[in-house]
Nanobody, 120 residues
Framework: VQLQASGGGLVQAGGSLRLACAAS????????MGWFRQAPGKEREFVAY????????GYADSVKGRFTISRHNAKNMVYLQMNSLKPEDTAVYYC??????????????WGQGTLVTVSS
């Protein structure tokens, strides 16, 4: 299984980025997908998840209303649209597969991460 995250970069506060994660080696439509992030010196934390078909989603309170997770099962892709970015969103963002919601311990497969830096 491979999860390849991309789309990170440097953006000013208030700006937007769209992260993408390409999955291979698994039956993509059978897995919940999640995005997590890890800021320097902090533990990895949940950001968002999307259900198998995409009709169920969940978000951390800190990103609710600003971030949107989506997936395209035919392309084996999951996305994270991030708007109104804040400096505290600065982190390495990871996509993951295999969980059933917000619990990081349930996710079986992990990508390598993509760095998002938000300047003030």
């Amino acid at each position: 299984v491979q999860l390849q995250a991309s789309g990170g970069g440097l953006v000013q506060a208030g700006g937007s980025l769209r992260l993408a994660c390409a999955a291979s080696g698994l039956t993509f439509s059978r897995y919940f997908m999640g995005w997590f992030r890890q800021a320097p010196g902090k533990e990895r934390e949940f950001v968002a998840y999307v259900s198998w078909s995409g009709d169920g989603t969940g978000y951390a309170d800190s990103v609710k209303g600003r971030f949107t997770i989506s997936r395209h099962n035919a392309k084996n892709m999951v996305y994270l649209q991030m708007n109104s970015l804040k400096p505290e969103d600065t982190a390495v963002y990871y996509c993951a597969a295999g969980g059933l919601g917000v619990d990081i311990r349930q996710y079986r497969y992990w990508g390598q991460g993509t760095l998002v830096t938000v300047s003030s």
